[in-house]
DNA sequence: GCCAACGTTGGC
DNA sequence: GCCAACGTTGGC
C-alpha cells in the first residue's frame, strides 16, 4: 500500500465534487506529465490512499482524503481533437497517456493549509515542496500520518 | 495579475 | 544532444 498526493484546481475539480461522485469515483483524466503519469501509470495500487490537494485558489492546501479505485487505463481525453487534453501524437495502439479512477474517502473539516505543511521540520522533504509543479507526487508513510492527523483533528466551526 | 520555477519544444 | 525560447503552473 502506497500514498500518494494529487493537486486540482477546486474551481474546475474540489474535494466536493469527488465527493459527488460517490462510489464510482472520478476518472482522473488530462495528467499531460510524463513523470506525475508513470507514478499513476506503473507505481499506483487499488487501494492506495490519497491526499486531494486544493491549488490555485483562496485556501491552498489539503482539503481531504481519497482512494485508487481502479486499474490504469489509457485517457479517452488525448485521442479526442475537441479536448484541450488532445494529443495528437497518441494512437489507439500506443497511447501516451493513461488515467485512474479515484474515489472520496472524507473531506477536512478544513484544509490544512500549505504553509502549515511547510511549517512542519518533519515535512521539509514532501515532494510537493520539492516539485512544486508535479500534479501527483508520492507521500511518505511519515508525512501522511502527520497530515491525516492534522486533517482528522481539526474542530469543526 | 505578477512573476519565479520549470517542463517541453525545436533549431542547430 | 545542447540550449534558448516558449508555455504553463501555482503561490502570493
Known sequence: M????????PDAFSIDDLAARGAAGEPWDGVRNYQARNFMWHDMQIGDQVLFYHSSCKDVGVAGLAEVLSDAM??????????????????AEKPRWYLRRFGFVRKFAHVVPLATLRAYPDLQQMML???????????RPEEWRIITELGLNQRPD
Do not use: C, G, H, M
Open 2 to 9: 502506497n500514498y500518494w498526493l494529487i493537486k486540482s484546481e
Open 74 to 91: 489509457p485517457d479517452p481525453a488525448q485521442f479526442d481533437p475537441e479536448s484541450r487534453y488532445f494529443d495528437p501524437k497518441a494512437t
Open 129 to 139: 515542496l520539492q516539485r512544486s509543479r508535479l500534479s501527483i507526487t508520492p507521500v
